[in-house]
């Protein structure tokens, strides 16, 4: 199990993804924190708006770790789908199936520490905070329908205070510190060679190093299809 942390915004998702994608030869499955946002019923949109979705509190962490541990036993888990538009969980669900590698991203992930323990690898995506908001504001106007003034409220009152008090001191927790993201490719190769490493003591398929062409794409060949689109 890889875990891949790092603030709003860091590049996190995309090392995982180019992490998973390069386990081409090994069954992988890539699982978001965020998909086990607590499910909100009953709220109307003015009390949602008050919601920190920033502090450690706002996940199902128990059901989080109950699929961590399904999965480490070779278990398929139904992962749920957060709807970020309705601020609610979906009725659809995800099916996670048996495989070598489970691929971990998570804004607070190494918080809670049920989740570290049930890691083996532990990744800390790092950039600067003015990267990290323009990333943000640009990804939640466009898939997420968010106005811009609701955007930075929101960072302002919740984003960046959660960052500074839970967010960047779990990097101490951190095997692997990545600097500037999806585009260091050394680190992601001395990620990878863990990774290796770990899946020739259980006897898992080789996986072979990454050609530097094949780099440069991989980032596009996700989703992965352990990763299947929603089921009713």
């Not at 993804?17 to 890539?30: C, E, H, I, K, T």
């Not at 489970?102 to 600067?128: N, P, S, W, Y």
């Not at 908001?133 to 609701?150: I, N």
């Amino acid at each position: 199990m890889i875990g891949i942390a790092g603030g709003t915004g860091s590049g996190k998702t995309t090392v995982a993804r180019r992490v998973a994608a390069a386990l081409a030869d090994s069954s992988v499955a890539f699982v978001e924190m965020d998909s086990y946002y607590r499910d909100h019923v009953g709220l109307t949109m003015q009390e949602l708006h008050r919601v920190n979705w920033d502090h450690p509190d706002a996940f199902d962490v128990d059901l989080f770790v109950a699929h961590l541990d399904a999965m480490s036993r070779g278990e398929p888990v139904e992962k749920p789908v957060y709807d970020y538009t309705l601020h609610a969980r979906s009725a659809a669900t995800v099916r996670i199936p048996k495989c070598d590698v489970v691929v971990v991203d998570g804004i607070l992930l190494f918080t809670d520490e049920r989740l570290r323990q049930r890691l083996d690898v532990k990744v800390f995506v790092d950039a600067d905070a003015d990267i990290r908001l323009v990333r943000r504001v640009k990804r939640d106007m466009a898939s997420r329908g968010r106005p811009l003034e609701e955007i930075l409220e929101q960072y302002v009152n919740t984003v960046r205070p959660m960052h500074l008090q839970f967010v960047e001191p779990s990097k101490r927790w951190a095997d692997v510190i990545v600097p500037r993201g999806g585009h260091n490719t050394v680190a992601i190769e001395m990620i990878l060679a863990k990774i290796r490493q770990r899946l020739a003591t259980t006897g898992a398929p080789h996986i072979p190093m990454v050609p530097e062409e094949r780099r440069k794409h991989s980032a596009d060949a996700l989703p992965h299809p352990a990763t299947r689109e929603p089921t009713a």
